[in-house]
């Protein structure tokens, strides 16, 4: 079993700043992906960028040269740093852990993000 906490979500303006962290424990193993999903209300839960365990990332177009994952191995972290935010950016974000191996993953209960005018 995997825990996930997530923390950094609220309010920005548009044009803003927000940074989200995961921190992951439990069972972890050296070979997984992170990453970051948002659902707004009446929609499907999205990617909105992953991060593997090399440091390989993968971003949804829509978050392209505005937001930025990463990860810290040693804390068993991760962060996504959201620029230049949009109303549409608004949703509640979602960390997910997935052990590459075990073909499982782990899901955060999820952090909200709103952007204002």
């Known amino acids: 079993q995997v825990q996930l906490v997530e923390s950094g979500g609220g309010l920005a303006k548009a044009g803003g700043s927000l940074r989200l962290s995961c921190a992951a424990s439990?069972?972890?193993?050296?070979?997984?992906?992170m990453g970051w999903y948002r659902q707004a209300p009446g929609t499907q839960r999205e990617l909105v960028a992953t991060?593997?365990?090399?440091?390989?990332?993968v971003y949804a177009d829509s978050v392209k040269g505005r937001f930025t994952i990463s990860r810290d191995n040693s804390r068993n972290t991760v962060y996504l740093q959201m620029n230049s935010l949009k109303p549409e950016d608004t949703a509640v974000y979602y960390c997910?852990?997935?052990?590459?191996?075990?073909?499982?993953?782990?899901w955060g209960q999820g952090t909200q993000v709103t952007v204002s005018l």
């Open positions: 991060i593997g365990s090399v440091g390989n990332t």
């Open positions: 439990g069972s972890i193993v050296s070979t997984n992906v």
């Open positions: 997910k852990f997935r052990r590459v191996y075990y073909r499982d993953e782990y």
